[in-house]
């Protein structure tokens, strides 16, 4: 992989990809592609997913005070050098393919091609949780009960607490799950229950 300058510290600080801001990338990258295809079906297509600045400064933040760059101090254009073609990882474009970036007033597209839609719909399994989680809301009359069972299926160690912020009447998530860290928030409209997932840090950045 070509050095990034002042950024190879940022990057490369464990020699481990899967400790890397790149891993980081990849796996939401592929968490929300298995939930397109999981609401949508499996095309082999082109996806193009939306990432504001902050939460690509999350994935690739320091690991720790010592690191050369601050976390949170990236800026659009050095983002953009860090997800550059000649400085993605081969783990990376190894599974989901040459991703393309552009960004415009700190938001991110970046598109996946097919080679990726192929290889989430091939790597996920029938019986995952965001599977049965977006089939069970999709089911007329469906309860916070229900939804609350369903997490217990997966796991008996959740947390579940209720949310005074307009938005949303609560969230639940799985405590000590390193693959699942999302704060699932939930609102109740009446015929229906939808929701939203967030990562550790975009929760925290939204001050629910």
Known sequence: MTKICDFDDKVNYSGDYSATGYSRLAKSLIDIVKEQQAKLGYRKEIVRLYYPLSTLRHFFECAGTDNKIAAGMISEQQMLEILAPNNLPKQLTDTIGEIKVTAKNERFCIEIPPKGSE??????????????LIALVGTHGCTMEQITELFYKYSDDIEKKDMQNGEFDCYIRFLNDPDDTYYYCFHDEGCHIIYHRFLPQDYADFEF
């Open 119 to 132: 290889y989430v719909h091939e790597n996920t399994a029938g019986n995952e949780f965001i599977s049965e």
